[in-house]
Antibody, heavy 120, light 112 residues
Framework: QVQLQQSGPGLVKPAQTLSLTCAIS??????????WNWIRQSPSRGLEWLGR?????????EYADSVKSRITINPDTSKNHFSLQLNSVTPEDTALYYC??????????WGQGTTVTVSS | DIVMTQSPLSLPVTPGEPASISCRSS???????????LDWYLQRPGQSPQLLIY???NRASGVPDRFSGSGSGTDFTLKISRVEAEDVGVYYC?????????FGQGTRLEIK
């Protein structure tokens, strides 16, 4: 049974970097058939896909245009997890953040969610 | 980006009665392989979204058969044949045909 466990701080100061980690159990971040995604949810923006990382003989990353200049998603094969870094955050980045596995054409496994508040 | 539009946004339903949610996409989600790249999710209160239907009509593992998905191209429907109390929450459609993956606004189902 695949599970995703999120960790990271719930409070980030404006202009700083938001960092979250998603630990994978029951699958591998290096899987050739899954992609590993970050999604956020807020009242103003609804569910918003932020980006993904995946391995297909080499590593790929794809990001939403809305955050492309500020986001990095990195896999860590030694720890079997992937991370989200979002730079230069503002209060508009306040949201509930999810990691999710995309497998066989759907987000079939989701993390538990992390509420991140951007405030001084 | 593909824009996903759901209706209604709020859906009060009497237990035992059917319910139907519409999802329309700004571009066709029909791939040349014949699959429609449209999924449905339910987010129960306080929980993460959970997969109900993938590729338009396939029920995910463990999803009761009272849930069904239909449609093709730009028009899709999620139907619940007989609503139960545990079906309360927000239903989302999501397109996975192209990046960025995009979601509908959500339809909140409540019990009358």
């Amino acid at each position: 049974q695949v599970q995703l466990q999120q960790s990271g701080p719930g409070l980030v100061k404006p202009a700083q970097t938001l960092s979250l980690t998603c630990a994978i159990s029951g699958d591998s971040v290096s899987s050739n058939s899954a992609t590993w995604n970050w999604i956020r949810q807020s009242p103003s923006r609804g569910l918003e896909w932020l980006g993904r990382t995946y391995y297909r003989s080499k590593w790929y990353n794809e990001y939403a245009d809305s955050v492309k200049s500020r986001i990095t998603i990195n896999p860590d094969t030694s720890k079997n997890h992937f991370s989200l870094q979002l730079n230069s955050v503002t209060p508009e980045d306040t949201a509930l953040y999810y990691c999710a596995r995309f497998f066989r054409d759907a987000m079939d496994v989701w993390g538990q969610g992390t509420t991140v508040t951007v405030s001084s | 980006d593909i824009v996903m539009t759901q209706s209604p946004l709020s859906l009060p339903v009497t237990p035992g009665e059917p319910a139907s949610i519409s999802c329309r996409s700004s571009q066709s989600l029909l791939h040349r392989n014949g699959d429609n790249y449209l999924d449905w999710y339910l987010q129960r209160p306080g929980q993460s979204p959970q997969l109900l239907i993938y590729l338009g009509f396939n029920r995910a593992s463990g999803v009761p058969d009272r849930f069904s998905g239909s449609g093709s191209g730009t028009d899709f429907t999620l139907k619940i044949s007989r609503v139960e109390a545990e079906d309360v929450g927000v239903y989302y459609c999501m397109q996975v045909l192209q990046i960025p993956i995009t979601f509908g606004q959500g339809t909140r189902l409540e019990i009358k």
